[in-house]
């Protein structure tokens, strides 16, 4: 057992109560759903603010949060786009807060109807008083639900550089998260 795994490991009480996640979920979808709509069409070149439900797995416990995410894109060709990216997440489980904040690049291919898009981020992590860098290479999808949304699924491998007793340890996460974007700009 690597010494990162204290992070989601419970202590006492199993799992914890998603009800106030959930309900934060649904409010910020109201209001991105309520939002004026977007000016341009084109999925390159364009500003996005996406939010929903995550879930981080590491040494065989998951954790539930809310992860929000920010990002510009650039054209860089008809199809394609690049430009930066802001991430913040917060899991709980049981007694644990994981929260992270991490910012970096990230490349968009597609349409007016589906993007595709790779990312590669650098932070931290903070657990328990504990603040280690991070660093994760992600891939997601949006698919246009309307002219205001898109659904967004988005997988991101996440390695934190854990500070234990015997010197530095990797310890290597799993988020998966499924929300809704909100894609603004021109």
Known sequence: MVAHAYRIAPTSAEGGHPEPLVSLV???????AT????????????????????????EGQTASGVTLDGAKS????????IGPVGDFSFHRYGDF????????????????EAQIFGQALAGYER???VKDFAWQPGVGLDVRITNLL?????VDFRIVRATG????VDSRELRGWVGVSLPFGG
């Not at 649904?26 to 991105?32: E, F, K, N, R, T």
């Not at 650039?74 to 786009?81: C, D, K, S």
């Not at 007793?165 to 530095?168: C, D, F, S, T």
């Open 26 to 32: 649904l409010v910020l979808w109201i209001l991105l």
């Open 127 to 129: 657990c328990c008083g």
């Open 35 to 58: 939002a004026a709509p977007a000016a341009a069409q084109s999925p390159v070149g364009r500003a996005s603010i996406a939010v929903g439900a995550s879930f981080l797995r590491s």
């Open 97 to 112: 807060t994981i929260t992270s904040f991490m910012g970096g690049g990230r490349l968009t291919l597609g349409n007016r």
């Open 165 to 168: 007793q015997g010197g530095p």
């Open 74 to 81: 650039f054209a860089i060709a008809e199809h394609a786009g």
């Open 150 to 154: 898109s659904l967004r699924g988005q």
